[in-house]
Nanobody, 115 residues
């Protein structure tokens, strides 16, 4: 059974930073892509960033240059460093992976950017 547990959300002022963490269980973590999605009220869930098993990354245009996804395979953990946060980044952020055609999601962590 794969479990994903996010942490690190909170309230931050515009221009501030947060680092989200997603701790995983399962022995194949090092070989699968890991994603961060977000969902704002009234919006569809959208892909924010992805890191492959080999460490390649890609980002949504809206976060390029501000967010960095990384992974520590020894700790079975994926991170999302978010800098220069904007009010439009306010959302629930979810960790996600797909293993053998099955989607796994964390419970989500709230990020609120407001002055």
């Amino acid at each position: 059974q794969v479990q994903l547990v996010e942490s690190g959300g909170g309230l931050v002022q515009p221009g501030g930073s947060l680092r989200l963490s997603c701790a995983t269980s399962g022995s194949i973590f090092a070989f699968v892509p890991m994603d961060w999605y977000r969902q704002a009220p009234g919006n569809q869930r959208e892909l924010v960033a992805r890191v492959t098993g080999s460490g390649s990354t890609n980002y949504a245009d809206s976060v390029k240059g501000r967010f960095t996804i990384s992974r520590d395979n020894a700790k079975n953990t994926v991170y999302l460093q978010m800098n220069n946060l904007k009010p439009e980044d306010t959302a629930v952020y979810y960790c996600h992976t797909r293993i053998r055609l099955t989607d796994y999601w964390g419970q989500g962590t709230q990020v609120t950017v407001s002055s």
